[in-house]
């Protein structure tokens, strides 16, 4: 069946069908300790040390989240998913961090809100990993959102946004992109949109792989995001109120961001 260009995407993906995606977050568990550790660098270089409060926006399961707090800092996580946050007290939980990490549900639209029900002051560190701006694919709505950030934000607080960026895209990715994940899960990405373009609009096809490793469907959603080069991130977040500070292609050794790296790590500062 074709999928309705017309829904929420997001919300099937990352809400309704929460328990599918879930095996993606998953097998980040693998990568978090390393990205973890240059986060901790790149806050500690900005001043930012143990007991500062932190901010996790789309936080998922908590893979960045528990291991900040076991770092020494006061974390907040939010994500919209309540599928997503379950998990992510199960992991502070085995971690030993419940008392150091918070898990609230919430949207990006009324993130102030979301905190003020919290009770939270102002953030001196705010993490968005895993390209999570573009989401609504319109620029303003992402001005927004890191407007309502830097209202968040304690003066010289920190905020590092990961994108997968748009120019490496264009030079590296074709029309179809098969992906696998725990749990025999299997994405298929199928490709509409012209190869560059700042809307990205695809098919985002889920299987799961059987023992005679045929693919069984389990949904397909027409994804339509916003998807940024650094350049553009960086003009706006400029607009939102943030300085930036620099771009790293890798958490795991910091080396700076260069052309032949899809994932970029921009660092900003209010």
């Known amino acids: 069946m074709a999928?309705?260009?017309?829904?929420?995407?997001?919300?099937?993906?990352?809400?309704?069908?929460?328990?599918?995606?879930?095996?993606?977050?998953?097998?980040?568990?693998?990568?978090?300790?390393?990205?973890?550790?240059?986060?901790?660098?790149?806050?500690?270089?900005?001043?930012?040390?143990?007991?500062?409060?932190?901010?996790?926006?789309?936080?998922?399961?908590?893979?960045?989240?528990?291991?900040?707090?076991?770092?020494?800092?006061?974390?907040?996580?939010?994500?919209?998913?309540?599928?997503?946050?379950?998990?992510?007290?199960?992991?502070?939980?085995?971690?030993?961090?419940?008392?150091?990490?918070?898990?609230?549900?919430?949207?990006?639209?009324?993130?102030?809100?979301?905190?003020?029900?919290?009770?939270?002051?102002?953030?001196?560190?705010?993490?968005?990993?895993?390209s999570s701006v573009g989401v609504t694919e319109h620029d303003e709505d992402d001005q927004a959102l890191l407007k309502d950030l830097a209202e968040a934000a304690a003066t010289g607080a920190v905020l590092i946004v990961e994108i997968f960026d748009r120019d490496y895209a264009a030079r590296h990715f074709g029309r179809t992109l098969v992906e696998e994940f725990p749990d025999d899960l299997v994405r298929i990405w199928k490709r509409f949109s012209p190869l560059g373009s700042p809307v990205l609009e695809a098919d985002w096809s889920f299987y799961r792989k059987?023992?005679?490793?045929?693919?069984?469907?389990?949904?397909?959603?027409?994804?339509?995001?916003?998807?940024?080069?650094?350049?553009e991130l960086r003009g706006l977040a400029r607009r939102a109120g943030w300085k930036y500070s620099t771009c790293y292609g890798s958490l795991k050794d910091l080396h700076r961001f260069k052309k032949s790296d899809f994932r970029a790590f921009l660092v900003f500062t209010r």
Request: contains cysteine; proline residues 2%.
């Open 210 to 231: 059987q023992s005679d490793l045929s693919l069984k469907h389990l949904f397909t959603t027409r994804v339509r995001s916003r998807h940024y080069t650094v350049r």
């Open 3 to 130: 999928p309705n260009s017309g829904e929420d995407w997001a919300h099937r993906v990352y809400e309704t069908e929460a328990s599918i995606y879930q095996s993606i977050l998953e097998a980040g568990l693998k990568t978090a300790p390393g990205e973890v550790r240059g986060l901790v660098t790149v806050f500690r270089s900005h001043g930012v040390g143990a007991g500062s409060s932190i901010l996790d926006l789309a936080c998922g399961i908590g893979r960045h989240s528990v291991l900040l707090a076991k770092a020494g800092y006061e974390v907040t996580g939010v994500d919209p998913s309540s599928t997503f946050l379950t998990r992510a007290r199960e992991l502070a939980a085995e971690n030993g961090v419940t008392q150091d990490v918070n898990f609230a549900r919430g949207r990006f639209s009324n993130i102030l809100k979301v905190l003020s029900r919290e009770k939270h002051g102002k953030f001196n560190g705010i993490i968005l990993m895993d």
